[in-house]
């Protein structure tokens, strides 16, 4: 069983920034691509960055130039920087565990909350 835990979320400005860290207990990231999905009140969770195995990455266009994912494998870290936030950014950020074989399970974390506010 993996767990990942977030962390890093709270209040930021618009305009100003926030890094969110994803810890995972064992070390998944040769197995494992690592995604930040979010979900604001009466809205559907959407993928916002990933990271695969290879080290690629994908953004969703709310977020591109704004937002960077990237891992720390010798500390089983992924990391989301976010910069210029927005408050359309508000929302409970998950991480996001998704693997490569399909017989193994996909893991979350509990999420953090993230509010873009003045």
């Known amino acids: 069983q993996v767990q990942l835990v977030e962390s890093g979320g709270g209040l930021a400005q618009p305009g100003g920034s926030l890094r969110l860290s994803c810890a995972a207990s064992?070390?998944?990231?040769?197995?494992?691509?690592m995604n930040w999905y979010r979900q604001a009140p009466g809205k559907q969770r959407e993928l916002v960055a990933g990271?695969?195995?290879?080290?690629?990455?994908a953004y969703a266009d709310s977020v591109k130039g704004r937002f960077t994912i990237s891992r720390d494998n010798a500390k089983n870290t992924v990391y989301l920087q976010m910069n210029s936030l927005k408050p359309e950014d508000t929302a409970v950020y998950y991480c996001n565990a998704y693997p490569v074989l399909a017989t193994n399970n996909a893991y979350w974390g509990q999420g953090t909350q993230v509010t873009v506010s003045s």
């Open positions: 064992a070390r998944i990231f040769g197995f494992y691509h």
């Open positions: 990271i695969t195995i290879g080290g690629g990455t």
